[in-house]
Structures are given as structure tokens and as C-alpha cells.
């Protein structure tokens, strides 16, 4: 039986907090209060005027002691926008996608893990789908080809902007065969008073023994953990 490991999703929005104090201090620490392996995030600013020029990526990947891999779909001048995994083990392969999208260009970023002691090997897959019912119908039936009939086992986090009902999240389940870990459908958003669920982890060929969805205030959303095993 192979060993458990921690996979959290978190959407940052850019380290603002609900409070609308930014700090990526307190997204590393509420991260590490938890010490999960991966770490998969949304809403993360690569020098950006709004959020002090701060280089988000190299930061966190400081505060949290591992690689931080980014994928920013969206470019301003010298500054960008996108998501990132944290991870503690290095992967054997990168691969950046983007995503169908209306307006602001959306991305998928998969990280393959082959032979990870004691663990096994896998693949995860971080994504930030568009706010367009349509668009986002779009973006899941593009993430459905590339989680659909993963010879590895999958675990797929983020920030979807849509209830588990949606055509984008049914997709997932029904089509890419992937697994809802959030049992209980706890709500995610917004973190100060959760009325809806939009952020997620799923999986295939895992077994979960343990789900949470973690109180912080550090941004707008809640963050996600999951202890999940290769089945």
C-alpha cells in the first residue's frame, strides 16, 4: 500500500485577503500550518502594479521551502497572472495548456510525477476555469482530453467558478471519471461567510482518507486539503 501524501488547492487572489490586508506571508503560513506536498494555486501575481510588484512565484516558493511552477496565461507588459503548484517532490515532466476562453486567456498546468518513493507515481493538474457559463462548458470538455483515460492516477484542483451540478465540473465526473473528494459539499467561497462551492479536488485511481476545507481569512476563498492515497 503506497503512503499518504497532502494536496491543497488554494486561491490567493493575488495574497488580498478578505480583511483587504495583502500578504503573501499569510498565505505561506496558513499553507504551512498544514504541511501538505502540493500545494496547487490560483490568482497568483508576478509583478503587478496592484499587488506592490511583488513576485509572487519566487515568494512563495521561499516561504514554503520547495519549486514553485508557474503558468501565467495572462501577460501585462513585464507583469503576470496566473496560477502555480508548489511541490516538494520534482517532477518528471511540465506541461503547460491553454485553455478555450472569452476574455481572459485561462490556463491548465499538469505536473507528472513518475516513481516518487514510497508513494508512486501520478499526475496533477492545477486550472482556474473563465466566469461564462459557455466558457467554462468549453474549458472542461478541453480538460476532459487531457484527464480521460490517464494511464496514472489524476488529482485535478482548482478554482472552477461553478457548483458541481455545472456542465464544466459534470463533465469532469461523468466523462473523465474523476472522483469529488468534498463528500459533504462544504461551501468555499467567499472564506468570511461561505454561501457557495466553486473550488475543488478531484481525483482518480486515489483513495481519500481524509478531506477538509480549511478556515483562513488570508484570501477570499477557502483553501482545500486533501490526504489521499495511490488505490
Known sequence: MSAI???MTYNTRGSLGIDNLRSTERIAETVRLHSPDIVCFQEIHQRLPWSRLENQPKRLGHLLECPFYFHSPVNFGLGRYGIGIASRWKPTHIRKYLLPSQGEQRG???L???DVATIGSFRVF???WGLKPEERARQGRYCV???GGSSLPVVFCGDLNEDAAAEGVRGLLEQAGLSDFNLQGTL???SDAPNTRIDYILGCGLTCNRFEV???LASDHLPLLADIRIS
Do not use: I
Open 214 to 216: 480549511v478556515g483562513s
Open 108 to 110: 491548465l498546468l499538469e
Open 188 to 190: 468555499t467561497f467567499p
Open 5 to 7: 501524501f497532502k494536496v
Open 112 to 114: 507528472e510525477f513518475l
Open 145 to 147: 482530453e487531457k484527464v
Open 126 to 128: 492545477c486550472t482556474h
